[in-house]
């Protein structure tokens, strides 16, 4: 008998049909006699059906009050879920965050788990009941509901897993699991059987959003066994096959040999660049610029500074989409006249392309691999960074897709 923690995306959560399959799949776990608690997302589309009523009434919304609503999608589906076990006979409760409760700091819209009390859930377990808990949501120190960006139910299923000390976290989602890259982009895509924590960190930090980057940082610091599988299958197929089924986030870099040099390729399509023209070159310069920047709350990616001309260069950076307007401003208003910029200029149609590999410590020639094939396609590269294990370049938005199946053939990732 082992705890298991499962959580099922808003796919798998899309219609009572699809809960009622959900039911059942969890019922078969608990029939196995293992201890099941289940973490659900809000049925598909909610979350953003949701945001877009607020919107409709404040284009930008009090942050507090769009945490109180966009949590209300995950209630509805905690509480469908149990209803739909009790009718199959299975005794189940479902918690939303803060009855746990899963505390969070106060950063609405993003904010992050501190704790989880583990009580009430083992009490329930204890006394052989399903548990299901509200994904995407907590509470802060004051009682007020948070939510924790989207995606998040991923970071609360793998929290309540490490809180719990589970045997294993399972994430049901809508795809069989991690794949070479976005299979709704590359047909060609092909199923991982493992991938490696640090190049999971990679490519959800680069834009797959298969799993939430927070996710895979709590199945790293706790060392949960995270495994990504699909909820459209039979329910009722055997919990062997099950069980070995998807992709294995693996902790240890020798199980990386089904894969060559390069394990997956990620893109982001959100992306916004600016550059700040004739800025002086003297120190303290990047800070003035980007200090800013971080104080308005907005994450910066790539920076790149260039070679200066006559005592000035210039400097560029580049910022979520979302927050590309804003950025401009805070420049416009409090930067540019400051430090004595030439001008600002950006583009926020841009998008970012990397490769991913553990592969790449061990082996040369990769970044003049994936240049020369841009290049080929006739693809110009804005910008470049690199890590260890990852290359990532910024394109204009309208090739991305084109960059992406190039690369993807090119590092030979296609099905064999
Ligand atoms: P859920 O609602 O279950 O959380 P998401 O939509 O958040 O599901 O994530 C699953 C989706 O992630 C897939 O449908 C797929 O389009 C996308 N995706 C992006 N990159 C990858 C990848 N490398 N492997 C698998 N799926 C990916
Ligand atoms: N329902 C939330 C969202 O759509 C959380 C999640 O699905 O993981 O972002
Ligand atoms: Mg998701």
């Not at 598909?44 to 507090?64: V, Y």
């Not at 991690?178 to 680069?206: G, H, I, Q």
Request: hydrophobic share 40%; glycine share 8%; charged share 25%.
């Amino acid at each position: 008998m082992a705890l298991i923690v499962h959580k099922y995306g808003g796919t798998s959560m899309g219609s009572t049909e699809r809960i009622k399959n959900v039911a059942k799949r969890v019922a078969k776990w608990h029939d196995a006699g293992h201890q099941i608690v289940v973490v659900p997302s809000a049925m598909s589309g909610e979350t953003n059906r949701l945001i877009g009523l607020a919107k409709e009434i404040m284009p930008q919304p009090d942050p507090r009050e769009l945490d109180m609503l966009a949590s209300t999608g995950e209630q509805v589906s905690v509480a469908l879920l149990s209803m739909a076990l009790q009718t199959i006979g299975k005794e189940a409760v479902s918690y939303a965050g803060w009855q746990v409760p899963i505390k969070t700091d106060s950063a609405y819209t993003k904010a992050r788990i501190q704790s989880i009390d583990d009580v009430r859930v083992r009490k329930d377990l204890e006394a052989g009941k399903v548990v299901i808990i509200t994904g995407f949501q907590g509470v802060d120190d004051r009682g007020n509901i948070t939510t924790l960006g989207r995606g998040g139910s991923d970071t609360s299923a793998v929290a309540v897993a490490a809180a719990l000390k589970a045997a294993e976290c399972l994430i049901y989602t809508d795809v069989d699991g991690v794949y070479t890259t976005d299979p709704r982009v590359v047909s060609e895509a092909r199923r991982l059987k493992t991938v490696t924590f640090e190049e999971m960190l990679e490519l959800a930090s680069l834009g797959s959003k298969v799993l939430q980057i927070r996710s895979v940082e709590f199945a790293g610091n706790y060392k949960v066994p995270t495994r990504v599988l699909s909820s459209l299958t039979d329910p009722l197929m055997s919990l062997e096959e099950e069980a070995s089924s998807g992709t294995l986030i693996s902790f240890e870099e020798d199980t990386h040999m089904e894969q060559a040099v390069i394990s997956g390729i990620a893109f982001n399509r959100d992306e916004a660049k600016i550059t700040v023209l004739g800025v002086p070159d003297k120190p303290g310069i990047a800070f003035q610029i980007l200090g800013p920047i971080a104080d308005a709350n907005i994450e910066v990616d790539m920076i790149i500074q260039n070679q200066s001309v006559d005592g000035k260069t210039d400097f560029t950076f580049t910022v979520p989409r979302g927050e590309y307007v804003k950025a401009m401003d805070v420049l416009n208003k409090n930067v540019k006249e400051h430090i004595g910029a030439g001008s600002i200029i950006g583009d926020s149609k841009v998008s970012k392309v990397s490769v991913v590999g553990v592969g790449m410590r061990s082996h040369v020639g990769i970044a003049s691999q994936m240049f020369r094939t841009l290049s080929e396609e006739g693809i110009n590269i804005q910008m470049i960074s690199t890590s260890e294990i990852k290359i990532s370049v910024l394109i204009d938005e309208k090739y991305m897709e084109l960059a992406v199946r190039a690369l993807h053939k090119a590092f030979d990732l296609e099905k064999a």
